[in-house]
């Protein structure tokens, strides 16, 4: 190899590596970019997510209230339908309960 050869393989050289490095660091604020993208999305439905189960238990609550108050209606009604069967129904439920605790 003559001497110029190597002359113009070192500038060539150090400018690729120079080439490299602009690369890395443009990779490394890219890569900063995205990752602050992704957080800022997840962050973003995280928050409806939470949001949808908030207002999927609040919908949850209100199902289970009205059908309390109908199945409260509904006991009172039969009740008032049948007070004898309903009396003698609580005896026996009463001395079930009080034979099962004497064992």
């Given amino acids: 190899m003559s001497p110029d050869s190597k ?3 070192q500038p060539n050289a150090a ?3 120079e080439a490299v490095s602009r690369q890395l660091v443009a990779l490394r604020e ?3 970019r ?3 993208t992704v957080s ?3 962050g973003r439905r995280g ?3 939470a949001a949808d189960i908030a207002e999927g238990f609040d919908e949850a ?3 289970a209230e009205s059908k309390g108050r109908s199945a409260e209606a509904q ?3 039969s009740v008032a339908a049948h007070p004898f069967m309903t009396i003698a129904l609580a005896a026996g439920a009463g001395f079930l309960v009080g034979a099962l605790s004497r064992r």
């Fill in 7 to 9: 002359t113009n393989q």
């Fill in 34 to 36: 995205l990752t602050e």
């Fill in 15 to 17: 400018t690729d590596i």
């Fill in 47 to 49: 928050s409806r997510m």
């Fill in 75 to 77: 006991l009172e009604e």
């Fill in 61 to 63: 609550k209100h199902y």
């Fill in 40 to 42: 800022g999305i997840a």
């Fill in 30 to 32: 890219d890569m900063s």
